[in-house]
């Protein structure tokens, strides 16, 4: 039998899923990075969805939406969640080379 390592099976169906047409560009879209972010931060600092939203001003539905990568929810509400959760930047990470690539062919 063959050891399994914790997270593996996760690993490895976000492996497959990124394979589905056009789910590799939804996972790496700025709502869903966002969403990622603000999960890892709050489970980080032991908060439920509902404290985090009394400490921000806003209600659970909304962190829920967040989470779950809405593009819909409102940079007030964005920057409140943020503060709270004392996330004060983001620094977006990009392919140097294919920016470079696509800037040059035009």
């Known amino acids: 039998m063959t050891e399994r390592k914790l997270g593996q099976d996760f690993a490895d ?5 990124r394979k589905l047409p056009g789910m590799g560009d ?3 879209s700025y709502s869903v990075v966002i969403g990622n972010l603000v ?3 709050r489970m980080q ?3 439920t969805q509902t404290k985090l939203a009394e400490l921000s ?9 967040i989470e779950a990568g809405d593009e819909s929810i409102t ?5 409140n969640v943020f503060r709270v959760l004392k996330l004060a930047s983001l620094k977006p990470l990009y392919d140097e080379e294919a920016a470079s ?3 040059t062919s035009r």
């Open 13 to 17: 169906l976000k492996a497959e899923v």
């Open 26 to 28: 939804y996972l790496d």
């Open 45 to 47: 600092m032991g908060y």
């Open 75 to 79: 940079a007030k509400v964005l920057n």
């Open 57 to 65: 001003g806003t209600n659970q539905a909304h962190i829920s939406r």
């Open 39 to 41: 999960f890892a931060r």
């Open 101 to 103: 690539k696509e800037f």
